[in-house]
C-alpha cells in the first residue's frame, strides 16, 4: 500500500491520508480485510480522490472504539 499522509488520532478516533499512485486497487483490498476482520465494533468512512496527475489517494475516518456510537462529519459550504 502507498505512504501515510496527514494521519492525526485522538481518543476515539483517527483520520488521514493514503497515497496510492496509479494503482487505486490496493486500498480496497485493506479496507474489506479491516471491515471483515477488524474488531467488531470498528467504524470506517473512507473517500477516493483523483488527483489532477491521474494519481489516486484515499481519505479516511476510522474508529476501533466500542463505546463510539457514530462518527459524523459536519458539511461545509
Same mark, same amino acid.
Given at each position: 500500500?502507498?505512504?501515510?499522509?496527514?494521519?492525526? &488520532?485522538?481518543?476515539?478516533? &483517527?483520520?488521514?491520508?493514503?497515497?496510492?499512485?496509479?494503482?487505486?486497487?490496493?486500498?480496497?483490498?485493506?479496507?474489506?480485510?479491516?471491515?471483515?476482520?477488524?474488531?467488531?465494533?470498528?467504524?470506517?468512512?473512507?473517500?477516493?480522490?483523483?488527483?489532477?496527475?491521474?494519481?489516486?489517494?484515499?481519505?479516511? /475516518?476510522?474508529? /476501533?472504539?466500542?463505546?463510539?456510537?457514530?462518527?459524523?462529519?459536519? /458539511?461545509?459550504?
Amino acid at each position: 500500500m502507498g505512504p501515510l499522509r496527514n494521519f492525526a &488520532c485522538g481518543t476515539s478516533v &483517527c483520520a488521514g491520508t493514503i497515497s496510492l499512485g496509479k494503482k487505486s486497487s490496493v486500498y480496497r483490498k485493506f479496507s474489506d480485510h479491516f471491515l471483515e476482520n477488524g474488531p467488531a465494533n470498528a467504524s470506517l468512512l473512507d473517500y477516493p480522490i483523483t488527483l489532477d496527475n491521474g494519481e489516486f489517494e484515499q481519505r479516511f /475516518v476510522m474508529s /476501533v472504539d466500542p463505546d463510539l456510537k457514530g462518527i459524523t462529519i459536519p /458539511v461545509r459550504p
